[in-house]
C-alpha cells in the first residue's frame, strides 16, 4: 500500500508564474516531512522540510505547507524558473522509521 | 569533496548472475542507505546501516544482500540477479537518523538484468 502518494506524475508551468506540487499521505504517525529534487542522471538532492508541529516552512522561493487534517502537504515554488524544471518526491518519517517516499511528480517550467 | 559515490554507473546482467554495487561517502556519515527506483514506484529503501557493522532490512530486501565493514562503504550484492531488479539504484547517507539530518544521494547505478 501506497502511504505517500504524489497522484499528478507531471506538471507543466509558465516561468514566472507559481507551480503547486502535492503530495497526500494516509499514516497519521508521519510527523516529519520533505521534499527531495531530482536532475535526470543525478540523485535526488533535499530541498525543503517540515515537521508536524508547523503548518508552513518558507526558504526563498520555496513554501511546504502541511494541512495535517487532510493529511495533506504541498510544495508551492514562486516565481518558477526554468532550472527548476526537475522531478520532485516528497517523503515522510515517523519516530523510529525509515523514509517514505512518494512517486514523484515531473516539473517542467516552459520559458 | 566528492560526498557520495556508485561505482559502476551502468550494468548489464543476464538472469542469474551475481554483482555487487559500491557506494563510498567522504562526510563520515554514521547512516547509510540503499534505495531502489522503479518508474511509479518512487525510491523504496532496500537496505540501510546506523554504523560500521550493522545493517538492517528496509520495504524490499528480498534478492539483496549488504555489507558495511568500513564505515565509509556500504556494498549491495545481488546473489542471482532477476529481471524484476532491473532498476536505479541509489546510495544515500546522513550523519543521523534522517529526522535531524537530510539524505544526501549519489548519482545512481542503472541496472538492466536480461
Known amino acids: 500500500d501506497q502511504q505517500v502518494k504524489q497522484n499528478s506524475p507531471s506538471l507543466s508551468v509558465q516561468e514566472g508564474r507559481i507551480s503547486i506540487l502535492n503530495c497526500d499521505y494516509t499514516?497519521?504517525?508521519?510527523?516529519?516531512f520533505l521534499w527531495y529534487k531530482k536532475y535526470p542522471a543525478e540523485g535526488p538532492t533535499f530541498l525543503i522540510s517540515i515537521s508536524s508541529i508547523k503548518d508552513k516552512n518558507e526558504d526563498g522561493r520555496f513554501t511546504v505547507f502541511l494541512n495535517k487534517s487532510a493529511k495533506h502537504l504541498s510544495l508551492h515554488i514562486v516565481p518558477s524558473q526554468p532550472g527548476d524544471s526537475a522531478v520532485y518526491f516528497c517523503a515522510a518519517l515517523r519516530q523510529g522509521g525509515k523514509l517514505i517516499f512518494g512517486q514523484g511528480t515531473e516539473l517542467s517550467v516552459k520559458p | 569533496n566528492a560526498g557520495v559515490t556508485q561505482t559502476p554507473k551502468f550494468r548489464v546482467l543476464k538472469t542469474g548472475q551475481s554483482m555487487t554495487l559500491l557506494c563510498a561517502q567522504d562526510m563520515n556519515h554514521e547512516y547509510m542507505y540503499w534505495y531502489r527506483q522503479d518508474p511509479g514506484m518512487g525510491l523504496r529503501l532496500i537496505h540501510y546501516s546506523v554504523g560500521e557493522g550493522t545493517t538492517a532490512k528496509g520495504e524490499v530486501p528480498d534478492g539483496y544482500n549488504v555489507s558495511r565493514l568500513k564505515k565509509q562503504n556500504f556494498l549491495l550484492g545481488l546473489e542471482s540477479a532477476a529481471p524484476s531488479q532491473t532498476s536505479v539504484y541509489f546510495c544515500?547517507?546522513?550523519?543521523?537518523?534522517?529526522?535531524?539530518?537530510?539524505?544526501?544521494f549519489g548519482n545512481g547505478t542503472r541496472l538492466t538484468v536480461t
Open positions: 499514516n497519521s504517525m508521519f510527523d516529519y
Open positions: 544515500a547517507s546522513s550523519y543521523g537518523d534522517v529526522g535531524g539530518s537530510p539524505l544526501h
